[in-house]
């Protein structure tokens, strides 16, 4: 079986100057975890929860060496106000800061089984499918899993 048989052709994009307030409420609202980044019909990009979480995981790193009791009393505080800054800057970052740039994509004539074998490799839960540079369609684990 050929990917182009069970992949989604509808496929949810963003772009690089979409925000990344924008980008997270498109994933919710569309209850996925990733989607390419593309300009006119060519991939540039994939952003992925996974670089959502990073991005927020390595913003709010707090450093506390050796904490006096005064620091353990004002760290709720600290935290909130940390966590509060932190939204507000990444809502207003960019999708070209926090994608990967790397895409792996496959060819809508590849099949099915190597579409498989890429995405455990790479540990990804995507595809990209494409004809030349051309964005096609999408191909997901769950894709892969109803095709077996």
Known sequence: MKVKDVMTRE????TP????????????ENKISGAPV??????????SEADLMRLFQDDMSL?????SPFDLIELPIKMHRKLEETVK??????????MTRKVITIDEEASVEEA????????INRLPVVRGEKL???????DVIKAL
């Not at 593309?38 to 952003?47: A, D, N, Q, T, Y």
């Open 136 to 142: 096609m369609g999408i191909i997901t684990r769950g």
């Open 116 to 123: 498989a074998r890429l995405m455990a490799k790479h540990n």
């Open 17 to 28: 100057e979409s925000s990344i307030g924008e980008a997270a409420k498109l994933l919710r």
């Open 38 to 47: 593309v300009e006119g019909e060519r991939i540039v990009g994939i952003l």
């Open 63 to 67: 450093n506390l060496i050796l904490p």
């Open 89 to 98: 800057k990444l809502a207003a970052s960019k999708v070209k800061d926090v």
């Open 11 to 14: 496929v949810i994009t963003l």
